[in-house]
């Protein structure tokens, strides 16, 4: 069986390394292959939805939530950002369906993988700050154009 296991695994292993080398190509597909107009340029839209409920109690305040998006976001994204406040709710492994105010950051940038590990890097900063369970991204191939 092990020797059964161990053909298996090197039969599918250079599929599995061709589809995690395509991955990051594949996002680039998606924003080129869009039908932009001329004056429009391919792009992603990246947002993180950002609860502002602390679990242990209390809330990320403004002057946290400044902080944050001095240090963190805006060091990664220096030409823009945008974000507002939100409500909503999720089902939390914790604790159950939890509603509370959000942050919603937006992100507009080039479809390229770095720029997404930008993206993600701020997700994770923002876990780990907040003591967060999650932080919900969600990402769409876009067209831009400044008019």
């Known amino acids: 069986m092990n020797r059964m296991l161990a053909l298996a695994v090197l039969m599918t292993a250079p599929?599995?390394?061709g589809?995690?080398?395509?991955r990051p190509q594949a996002v680039n597909s998606a924003a080129a292959a869009l039908d932009c107009a001329?004056?429009?340029t391919p792009a992603m839209r990246s947002a993180l939805?950002?609860?502002?409920?602390?679990?242990?109690?209390?809330?990320?305040?403004?002057a946290a939530w400044?902080?944050?998006?001095?240090?963190e976001a805006s060091t990664r994204?220096?030409?823009?950002?945008?974000?507002?406040?939100?409500?909503?709710?999720?089902?939390?492994?914790?604790?159950g369906l939890v509603q509370e105010s959000s942050r919603v950051l937006v992100l507009l940038h080039t479809p390229d993988f770095?720029?997404?590990?930008?993206?993600?890097?701020?997700a994770v900063a923002?876990?780990?700050?907040?003591?967060?369970?999650?932080?919900?991204?969600?990402?769409?191939?876009?067209?831009?154009?400044?008019?």
């Open 114 to 122: 770095l720029t997404r590990q930008r993206v993600d890097a701020i």
């Open 77 to 95: 994204f220096p030409d823009g950002l945008t974000w507002f406040d939100g409500h909503g709710q999720w089902r939390s492994d914790r604790e």
């Open 66 to 71: 400044q902080d944050f998006l001095a240090s």
């Open 15 to 17: 599929l599995l390394a």
């Open 126 to 147: 923002y876990k780990k700050r907040f003591t967060q369970e999650a932080v919900l991204l969600e990402r769409s191939a876009i067209c831009m154009a400044l008019r």
């Open 38 to 40: 001329a004056d429009e």
């Open 19 to 22: 589809c995690l080398a395509a």
């Open 49 to 62: 939805y950002l609860g502002a409920g602390i679990p242990s109690g209390g809330r990320v305040d403004a």
